[in-house]
């Protein structure tokens, strides 16, 4: 059995203690400067130790395909064999305002009075990902890396990183610990909250 990794990019692998160094070493925000070679390492190891594939959930999706940010990865020391293990890119459903809204109304009492009730995107985006793509790719485990917190009820599969920070070699510790741990029970749960349409 395999697991996957949602994977953020702003804030995650790179940070803003990068775009400072960045700046004070008079580099431009362009291309592979974008990304931290030392947070691409840690994210090689998480790789390397787990087997994971890689899904995207970054806003660069919207803008680049797997390769290319594949390539953008090894241009920052990635090696060619674990950039290969990014295979997608989450699906865009919150631009769907009709269902967006249905979704707020439908969920129950307790989840809509929650903290968590205008913070469920990217999360469900991973859910949705996760489960069309579950028998393709033989998935057990999964965890969410992400700076920002709109996981929705994934959030007990996820790791955030200070967008100051990025990713750290404690945060690549956790994440390969979650992509270690079984989550079939998990991902069978998620086919009863996934609307049907979706799928």
Request: charged content about 25%.
């Amino acid at each position: 059995m395999n697991s996957v990794l949602f994977l953020d990019i702003d804030g995650v692998l790179n940070s803003r203690d990068f775009a400072i160094a960045q700046t004070e070493a008079g580099r431009t925000a362009e291309s592979a400067d974008r990304v931290d070679p030392v947070a691409v390492a840690h994210l090689q190891r998480i790789i390397q130790e787990t087997n994971c594939y890689v899904s995207v959930s970054s806003v660069w999706r919207m803008n680049n395909t797997t390769g290319i940010i594949a390539r953008i990865l090894m241009a920052a020391g990635m090696d060619k064999q674990y950039a290969k293990r990014i295979v997608g890119l989450n699906p865009i459903v919150y631009k769907d305002v009709s269902f967006s809204k249905k979704y707020i109304e439908e969920q129950n009492t307790e989840f809509a009075k929650s903290p968590w009730s205008g913070n469920w995107y990217r999360g469900y985006e991973s859910a949705v990902w996760l489960l069309r793509n579950r028998e393709r790719y033989n998935i057990s485990r999964f965890a969410i890396v992400d700076d920002d917190s709109d996981m929705w009820h994934m959030v007990l599969r996820f790791v955030h990183t200070p967008n100051s920070t990025g990713l750290t070699e404690d945060k690549a510790n956790q994440l390969i610990q979650l992509l270690n741990t079984d989550s079939t029970e998990f991902i069978e749960r998620l086919k009863s909250l996934v609307y049907e349409e979706h799928l």
